[in-house]
């Protein structure tokens, strides 16, 4: 386990922030695009059709990129273009999501724990028996369930604005427990907090104080993937078991402290779902942990590819350097 050579433990109190440090600036030009094609597969799980994107070569160290609400495999194409010269990229759709199949509500159960099953089956169906997991949202709690059932799986933890405490949830949750509290008068409120375009634009925008530099084309996308039909009570019936997630976060905090993966932490500290709490949050648990908080939102991809990458090309060269896939 390495020491964080990037900061000390911060302080969860209002308006603190961190970025990057110069020292990780000589990895960035190294992150532009491959040559390497990125290939798109499907794969029957549990009798469901998984779309999965794949990039770089088998034999080098696996990245299993996990996506979030409610997005897809696509949000991790800007990795996919950078760092598939070294690694073995492989990110797939969970069901009702991007290119997999998407059964009715009336006929799958849209659990996180459920999702989590599948993803793992989709693993041993292709056979990864190790890997470095990028979580991001939705990508957490799924990803969560994965570590603490296989931990000899996991090479290294990369976290990107997903939660494991309560400190990590704003105002934007109260709304949401409601919904959980008491369903059925409270789901038209839900859906329009966290399925409307506005609620997809506030995803998107956050607290940027520079909302013009955000591709309005993402949240106008996201919303046609929210409008096909089914989707509103595919989410709904998700996100209702979010709540599980919540439950089980002390279970998690304890496995993180217990079992001390090798973790790096790259926060958008413009996230109004998932706030910048969350990091110190995290620290506790990971004192070891590499932290990075960007002056990005929820989903830091899409405004700093170059340097997402780069961080992530001096971390993995650091902890997984004779990793085998």
Same mark, same amino acid.
């Given at each position: /386990?390495?020491?964080?050579?990037?900061?000390?433990?911060?302080?969860?109190?209002?308006?603190?922030?961190?970025? !990057?440090?110069?020292?990780?600036?000589?990895?960035?030009?190294?992150?532009?695009?491959?040559?390497?094609?990125?290939?798109?597969?499907?794969?029957?799980?549990?009798?469901?059709?998984?779309? %999965?994107?794949?990039?770089?070569?088998?034999?080098?160290?696996?990245?299993?990129?996990?996506? =979030?609400?409610?997005?897809?495999?696509? /949000? %991790?194409?800007?990795?996919? !273009?950078?760092?598939?010269?070294?690694?073995?990229?492989?990110?797939?759709? %969970?069901?009702?999501?991007? $290119?997999?199949?998407? *059964?009715?509500?009336?006929?799958?159960?849209?659990?996180f724990d459920h999702l989590?099953?599948?993803?793992?089956?989709?693993?041993?169906?292709? =056979?990864?028996?190790?890997?470095?997991?990028?979580?991001?949202?939705?990508?957490?709690?799924?990803? /969560?369930?994965?570590?603490?059932?296989?931990?000899?799986?996991?090479?290294?933890?990369?976290?990107?604005?997903?939660?494991?405490?309560?400190?990590?949830?704003?105002?934007? &949750?109260?709304? #949401?427990?409601?919904?959980?509290?008491?369903?059925?008068?409270?789901?038209?409120?839900?859906?329009?907090?966290?399925?409307?375009?506005?609620?997809?634009?506030? #995803?998107?925008?956050?607290?940027?104080?520079?909302?013009?530099?955000?591709?309005?084309?993402?949240?106008?996308?996201?919303?046609?993937?929210?409008? #096909?039909?089914?989707?509103?009570?595919?989410?709904?019936?998700?996100? %209702?078991?979010?709540?599980? +997630?919540?439950?089980?976060?002390? !279970? &998690?905090?304890? &496995?993180?402290?217990?079992?001390?993966?090798?973790?790096?932490?790259?926060?958008?500290?413009y996230d109004p779902s998932?706030?910048?709490?969350?990091?110190?949050?995290?620290?506790?648990?990971?004192? +070891?942990?590499e932290v990075h908080v960007?002056?990005?939102? $929820?989903?830091?991809?899409?405004?700093?590819?170059?340097?997402?990458?780069?961080? /992530? #090309?001096?971390?993995?060269?650091?902890?997984?350097? =004779?990793?085998? *896939?």
């Open positions: /386990m390495f020491k964080s050579w990037i900061l000390a433990p911060l302080v969860a109190s209002a308006g603190v922030a961190m970025t !990057s440090p110069s020292s990780a600036a000589p990895a960035a030009t190294h992150a532009g695009a491959t040559d390497r094609p990125v290939v798109y597969r499907t794969v029957n799980v549990d009798g469901l059709s998984i779309f %999965y994107r794949e990039a770089g070569p088998p034999d080098a160290p696996t990245i299993l990129l996990l996506h =979030g609400f409610p997005s897809s495999s696509r /949000m %991790y194409d800007p990795l996919l !273009s950078r760092l598939s010269d070294s690694y073995h990229l492989i990110a797939p759709d %969970y069901p009702g999501f991007g $290119h997999s199949d998407a *059964p009715s509500a009336k006929d799958f159960a849209y659990t989590a099953e599948v993803t793992r089956h989709f693993t041993q169906a292709l =056979g990864l028996r190790h890997y470095v997991l990028y979580v991001q949202d939705y990508g957490g709690p799924i990803g /969560m369930r994965l570590a603490v059932q296989h931990p000899e799986r996991l090479d290294a933890l990369i976290i990107q604005n997903a939660v494991s405490h309560e400190d990590g949830l704003g105002p934007l &949750w109260d709304t #949401r427990r409601k919904f959980w509290k008491d369903r059925a008068p409270n789901e038209a409120a839900l859906r329009e907090n966290f399925l409307s375009l506005a609620s997809a634009r506030q #995803r998107h925008v956050g607290t940027n104080p520079h909302p013009e530099t955000i591709n309005p084309d993402l949240w106008t996308d996201e919303f046609a993937f929210l409008s #096909r039909p089914g989707q509103a009570e595919i989410q709904t019936d998700l996100f %209702y078991s979010y709540q599980t +997630n919540v439950a089980s976060y002390p !279970s &998690w905090q304890a &496995w993180l402290k217990k079992h001390q993966p090798t973790t790096l932490i790259v926060w958008g500290k998932f706030q910048v709490a969350e990091v110190a949050a995290y620290q506790r648990d990971l004192p +070891n942990a960007l002056d990005a939102g $929820h989903f830091a991809l899409d405004e700093k590819p170059n340097e997402i990458a780069g961080i /992530m #090309r001096n971390f993995l060269g650091r902890v997984t350097h =004779g990793a085998t *896939p």
